[in-house]
């Protein structure tokens, strides 16, 4: 199994970006594809969690409003818009994936199994 994010860099304040997830050695469906960051000195977050099977995709209060998951299955792709951004969601990046069936949570940061390497964000003044 394994994840790569892509799409980190050095980004304005205020622009939009696109990471991307990009998925091999497991059957989507089976799986529910995670987004989260952690930030210098900060605890590791969600941000969007993605099931294909379900077409259910959950946020945390804290990441509505700028954050979209958006796929392309055909792809194996699972990506995450980020709008109007601002300095604090500099970051690293990194999409997860868990079993659908090994959690009653749908969300759960420890309930994720396998991690990508992850994509560094910089925003720029």
């Known amino acids: 199994v394994q994840l790569v994010e892509s799409g980190g860099g050095r980004v304005p304040a205020g622009n939009s970006l696109l990471l991307s997830c990009v998925i091999s050695?497991?059957?989507?469906?089976?799986?529910?594809i995670g987004w989260f960051r952690q930030g210098r000195g900060s605890e590791r977050e969600g941000l969007a969690c993605?099931?294909?099977?379900?077409?259910?995709?959950e946020y945390p209060k804290s990441a509505q409003g700028r954050f979209t998951v958006t796929t392309d299955l055909s792809k194996n792709t699972v990506y995450l818009q980020i709008s109007s951004l601002k300095n604090e969601d500099a970051a690293v990046y990194y999409c997860?994936?868990?079993?659908?069936?090994?959690?009653?949570?749908?969300?759960?940061?420890?309930?994720?199994?396998?991690w990508g390497q992850g994509t560094r964000l910089y925003v720029s003044a």
């Open positions: 997860a994936a868990r079993p659908r069936t090994n959690s009653f949570h749908f969300c759960r940061k420890t309930d994720f199994q396998v």
């Open positions: 050695g497991i059957n989507i469906d089976d799986y529910v």
């Open positions: 993605f099931s294909s099977l379900e077409e259910r995709t």
